[in-house]
């Protein structure tokens, strides 16, 4: 097959779910990997996804996400970002930190305002003035600085994150990730322990850009109606000066643990009360990216169980007074998605009581069954917004391109999760949701 400026297409199909064709790619000379879900949409995107995988709590690829954003070769500007924001024509301007991610999306409906934005973001991510400007990482991640006479640090990132610590439900999830993947990347903060990140060194900051921001490191997905000519020949043109490289960046699965009870530590506002400020938090691993039934189980289960106060879970637990809220979630944004019950603000004489009270209701959900007038009507919810496809303010391109990393970047079938079907014989899924309810091998408390 003819290559189109170093690309060469190694698969093509139709999803009829999003009235597309999905073309895969490779870019030979880099090692570059690309997806180009081709449809009929003005508003056209682009995003460039690294896979960043934590290796300690420094928050390095938080800071990273805003460093590179500080200027560039072709854009030696301070906040080349800002003057996006100011002069673009765009419609979504971003750039996102996840566990194991890092992803820089833009969108426009102006073509030539689309490649403008696609050349800047190129030239950031591949080119950054970092390397050359050791004040980017002093100034997004951190410094010291004297105030009043007292010495102190600070820095963009490190004060996001200070904000970020002062919420105890961060602190629960961290250390909800902590106990379910002790052995993963994902035990550590990505984006970075306040007490952690002043151990960040400007060298291991660069070091690590040269590493996870090489283009076999990369996986770069178009969406719309673009001028594919164009639009592949801007990218060759920054992919063609790298040769490719085996990054070693690979994720391997986090092997099933039972944690036993762990307490941590949060603070409370001056003068607040702590009788009442407990908080629980169950995590249950339940599969693997691949596992698409087990997964769309385990957000259907969400649903039923906590989507509402009068949900079964939630109305067991807040009937009797024992908390103020439930909250259940499902994290699919990683290879091994998840779900995490958080029980908050309780007293802690109550704990023996919502212990027994999720226990008592998943067993007997189990045994009994759920509600089918529930489970139909979650499919029915899910089936609307995915029928309908509206996701606000944000680009439907976009979310379709972060649908395609979820199982892309972990070596699975780009247009995974691009298909979904109601299930024909709704028992089945009854089934499925509590054989979901049971099955936690893989869990923390």
Excluded at 214 to 231: C, F, K, R, V
Excluded at 295 to 308: R, T
Excluded at 317 to 328: C, F, H, K, N, R
Excluded at 373 to 388: M, P, Y
């Amino acid at each position: 097959m003819t290559a189109l400026h170093g690309f060469e297409q190694t698969r093509q199909r139709r999803i009829d779910e999003l009235d597309a064709v999905l073309h895969e790619y490779t870019h030979a000379a880099s090692g570059a990997r690309l997806c180009w879900l081709e449809r009929e949409d003005e508003n056209k995107s682009f995003c460039a996804a690294f896979r960043t995988l934590p290796y300690d709590d420094t928050g390095v690829f938080h800071i990273l996400e805003h460093s590179v954003l500080c200027g560039s070769k072709q854009f030696p500007v301070k906040e080349p970002f800002v003057e996006l924001m100011k002069g673009s024509l765009n419609t979504f301007l971003n750039a996102l930190t996840f566990p194991d991610k890092t992803c820089y999306p833009v969108a426009s409906r102006n073509s030539r305002d689309f490649l403008n934005l696609m050349r800047v973001y190129l030239d950031a991510v591949f080119f950054p003035s970092i390397h050359e400007k050791p004040e980017i990482f002093q100034q997004e991640g951190w410094h010291y600085e004297l105030r009043g006479g007292v010495l102190t640090r600070s820095g963009v990132v490190l004060n996001e994150m200070k904000g970020a610590f002062a919420d105890a439900d961060e602190l629960l999830i961290n250390a909800m990730n902590r106990a379910l993947f002790p052995d993963s990347p994902y035990r550590f903060v990505s984006g970075g322990d306040p007490e952690a990140i002043p151990s960040l060194t400007y060298e291991a900051f660069t070091a690590a850009h040269k590493r996870f921001y090489h283009p076999a490191n990369s996986y770069l997905l178009l969406d719309g109606s673009i001028d594919q000519d164009e639009s592949f020949a801007l990218l060759d043109g920054y992919l063609s000066q790298f040769a490719a490289i085996d990054p070693d960046t690979q994720i391997h699965a986090q092997p099933p643990v039972r944690a036993e009870r762990r307490t941590i530590d949060y603070p409370l506002p001056a003068g607040e009360p702590m009788q009442q400020r407990w908080k629980l938090g169950c995590g249950y691993v339940i599969g693997t990216y691949q596992d698409a039934q087990t997964l769309f189980a385990a957000q259907v289960l969400s649903d039923v169980l906590c989507g509402s106060n009068h949900a079964p879970l939630c109305r067991a637990i807040l009937e009797q007074g024992l908390a103020e809220d439930v909250v259940l979630s499902c994290d699919e944004q990683c290879m091994q998605p998840n779900l995490l019950l958080r029980v908050q603000n309780f007293r802690e004489a109550d704990l023996p009581a919502i212990q027994a009270t999720i226990r008592d209701t998943l067993t007997a959900l189990c045994e009994n069954g759920l509600d089918r007038e529930q489970i139909e009507a979650s499919l029915a919810s899910f089936e609307f917004k995915l029928r309908e496809r509206d996701y606000g303010t944000m680009p439907r391109g976009l979310i379709f391109e972060l649908e395609i990393l979820a199982s892309w970047l972990y070596g699975g079938d780009p247009g995974q999760r691009a298909v979904w079907r109601r299930p024909r014989r709704p028992p089945v899924l009854q089934r499925g949701v509590r054989r979901s309810a049971r099955r936690h091998r893989h869990r923390i408390l």
